[in-house]
């Protein structure tokens, strides 16, 4: 792992993932999961919970970049544009900082629309991982 | 909803709700699900996913303070010290500033250890609600 290397994964949720995600956190807004409901908001339709998008730094950072040994110190996100169901998304993660002497790095996460190339989740974490960025 | 008003919220995640965060995120992490990978770690039982204890925050935020018609604009989180599931934490919200104008708020996002009333996670949160805020 390298200053601005980059990592990329395409990820889609179902509407159950969502009714899961709500289900496990208690997280039972209904823009996220009542068709009705979220046809009466400026959403016009289901958004996918902001938080299950992070999960997806969660979950790449944790088991695929750097993966296995990563400890999550933080994570900075702005909910930029509504998500959906159903769409395909892509995660893109670029290495922005290395300190080799606390075994550290800050990686910048980003959430693209594949259709317009457009960030609707942006921000950054910070994770230690002994195994390998050392 | 006025300046430093505060609102707290006691939970606990079970192992199975962690088992199904991890299904439904992808983020199978075997220190989070594994408690003989986990025993090898510095944290030597299974820890909770950082994020599952940040999804208390979407939770919180869209359903009871401020509640229905928030939306969540962005959040950053520190993870201070491992969670553990079949544990109770506290969450504790605090207003820390208001935008009428905006119908914006930042909120000081916490979660506390009630045994040591230590912070395990802290951060902040922007979020814009019409409904409550104004």
């Known amino acids: 792992m390298k200053?601005?290397?980059?990592f990329t994964h395409d990820f889609l949720y179902s509407q159950k993932d969502v009714e899961d995600f709500a289900r496990v956190t208690g997280?039972?807004?209904p823009v996220h999961i009542n068709a009705e409901y979220a046809a009466t908001t400026m959403f016009k339709v289901p958004i996918m919970h902001g938080m299950l998008g992070a999960a997806l730094f969660s979950k790449i950072l944790g088991t695929l970049f750097p993966g296995?040994?990563?400890?999550y110190l933080g994570q900075n996100i702005q909910f930029?544009?509504?998500?959906y169901a159903g769409k395909t998304y892509?995660?893109?993660l670029t290495v922005k900082e290395i300190n080799l002497e606390k075994n550290r790095a800050v990686i910048e996460t980003k959430i693209?629309?594949?259709e317009t190339q457009?960030?609707?989740?942006?921000g950054e974490a910070n994770v230690?991982?002994?195994n390998v960025i050392k």
Chains 1, 2 share one sequence.
Do not use: C, S, W
């Open 3 to 6: 200053l601005n290397d980059t």
């Open 27 to 29: 997280d039972n807004n």
């Open 118 to 122: 457009k960030a609707t989740t942006v």
């Open 80 to 83: 930029l544009k509504p998500m």
């Open 112 to 114: 693209i629309d594949p």
């Open 90 to 92: 892509q995660a893109v």
């Open 128 to 130: 230690m991982n002994v």
């Open 68 to 71: 296995e040994g990563t400890i």
